[in-house]
T-cell receptor
């Protein structure tokens, strides 16, 4: 199975920076995704890491350390609209050649004025 | 609009009944994935189809089944429904077998079907 752990809830202030951590234990690791999900809506793609290091995309950055089974999502210049759940997902390769995404339970971020 | 279409958006049914959820993938995507998201739970992977063939199974109950048709749309069938089956059911699609596509995305999700079993 996949053990994917993230904090359940976080609160941060508008304009600040927040880091959401994710640890995982899995075989067949083939990449790590971060998704944003507003309540009752579809998850939307934020970032992807397959090699160690930092990937930057505007206000969002994601870091991966494969040896430590660790990733984080960094959100800068927080805006009220960033209040959402952030889902860490591990892509796992299978025997059939298919890659499938397995999700953590998500971190609910609340941005306060 | 993500390009992945799920119908219906909402479904209310009684215990013991059977329902069918439908998903049309993005144009050009060959893979369809089904996920279940219960209240306060993460997205649970159910099953993956690629070009009409089942490729991987996750935590899918025996009461649930799926298929992908020649036009690549997929249906998830849920039978002998129980109260605990109430959840959001999401479908996602990808260009191939879960690799990033030309736009740099891996998996695109539909807006989901909210199933309520009463």
């Amino acid at each position: 199975g996949q053990n994917i752990d993230q904090p359940t809830e976080m609160t941060a202030t508008e304009g600040a920076i927040v880091q959401i951590n994710c640890t995982y234990q899995t075989s067949g690791f083939n990449g790590l995704f971060w998704y944003q999900q507003h309540a009752g809506e579809a998850p939307t793609f934020l970032s992807y890491n397959v090699l160690d290091g930092l990937e930057e995309k505007g206000r969002f950055s994601s870091f991966l350390s494969r040896s430590k089974g660790y990733s984080y999502l960094l959100l800068k210049e927080l805006q009220m609209k960033d209040s959402a759940s952030y889902l860490c997902a591990v892509r796992k390769g299978g025997r059939t050649g298919a890659n499938n995404l397995f999700f953590g339970t998500g971190t609910r971020l609340t941005v306060i004025p | 609009d993500s390009g992945v279409t799920q119908t219906p958006k909402h479904l209310i049914t009684a215990t013991g009944q059977r329902v069918t959820l439908r998903c049309s993938p993005r144009s050009g995507d060959l893979s369809v994935y089904w996920y279940q998201q219960s209240l306060d739970q993460g997205l649970q992977f159910l099953i993956h189809y690629y070009n009409g063939e089942e490729r991987a199974k996750g935590n899918i109950l025996e009461r649930f089944s799926a298929q992908q048709f020649p036009d690549l749309h997929s249906e998830l069938n849920l039978s002998s429904l129980e109260l605990g089956d109430s959840a959001l059911y999401f479908c996602a699609s990808s260009e191939s077998l879960g690799d990033l596509d030309r736009e740099g995305y891996g998996y695109t999700f539909g807006s989901g079907t909210r199933l309520t079993v009463v």
